[in-house]
């Protein structure tokens, strides 16, 4: 064999024996919350299409007429001519949405936190990191060079701790966050790291991709506290309750303008197509006309928690964790022999010995479907793993 296969080879067998090898499965989709794979049908609590939008008929119109309009592409990056008349409204609606002067929108949350953090700190600065942040987070933080020190989960003290010893060191320090917790449906206690950033001189910066649409009336985490929280850098995606594509990054009008001269995620990617963006803008209308269905994923995930005896959610988001990853597996198969979708999550997206089955709920969950999901997580994975 050649070297390179017989590398590939030998790493893939050493992720199968310890049960971390992972497969894609085919999986189509004809309503917000059942999808087909293997021939059956399954009722998925594994979609982050949080508000059922994916398809949606007035989003998909949007797109569609978009489509028909425009064309596919967008033909090159935003600064040279990918830059369609869509944009700006998308722009002005975020903006809108999150409270900040100006909004820009790259071509994923994952690009996004690639170009915006290497375009604000570099290799003699300081970035403080909650260790369960995202790896896109990571991803961003690694690439820009900057010293990199992680706190505790939601540890503001720990946080404090490290910006009292090294902020002094360093001419710039920025903090990041998830707003809400892609793998535990915890918030960030946004309120205190905002006014610890304060204190220490320190930028802000939060993920929102779990909270636009379905937290704080739809505006997201950050909107989500008893008290109004100044985060000067909010970015977050499109393809989740947005049930799109794309990411973006609100802030200040000088900082929009700097990433759009120094994030090289946004100068050297192709803008996304029209069609993505115009549904974007219909996504964003109908969660500005009607905050109340942005409460109905947490309000689902309540009725789940509650029922299963698990801790009361604070998000769509809710894991079951099982510890070993082969019994997460075990868990999330017999889930899928009753009809049910809950894919189970392992290292190395979530800590070892933690691996879970991560829930996420929808208005088009029904009360009855819950109940029954909930009594088989509380009488054969909790009752099991305890
Ligand atoms: C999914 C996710 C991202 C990445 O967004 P994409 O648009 O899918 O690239 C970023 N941050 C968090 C917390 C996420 O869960």
New binding site residues.
Partial sequence: MESLDLFATSKLAALTRVSLRRELSCTARTDGITVERDGRWLLSFSC?DYLNFIQHPAIVTAAREALARHGLGSGASRLVTGNHPLYTELEDRLARLKGTQSACVF???????LGVIPALVGADDLILIDEL?????WGGAQLSGARLMVFRHNDVGHARALLAEHRAAHPVALILT?????MDGDLAPLPALSRLARAFDAWLMS????GIGVLGGGRGSTFAHDEPVDIPLQ??????AIGA???YLCASAPVIELMKNRARTLIYSTALPPSVVAAAIAALDLIERDPAYAALPLARARSFTRRAGLPEATSPIVPVVVGDADAALAASQMLEAEGFLAVAIRPPTVPKGTARLRFSFTPGHSESDIERVADLVRTRVLAVAA
């Avoid at 970015?235 to 989740?240: D, E, F, I, N, R």
């Fill in positions: 982050n071509g994923s949350g994952y690009l996004t936190n942040a995202h790896a896109c987070l998830d707003g809400v917790f892609s993920d929102d991709a779990h970015m977050g995606t499109l393809s989740k594509y794309g990411g």
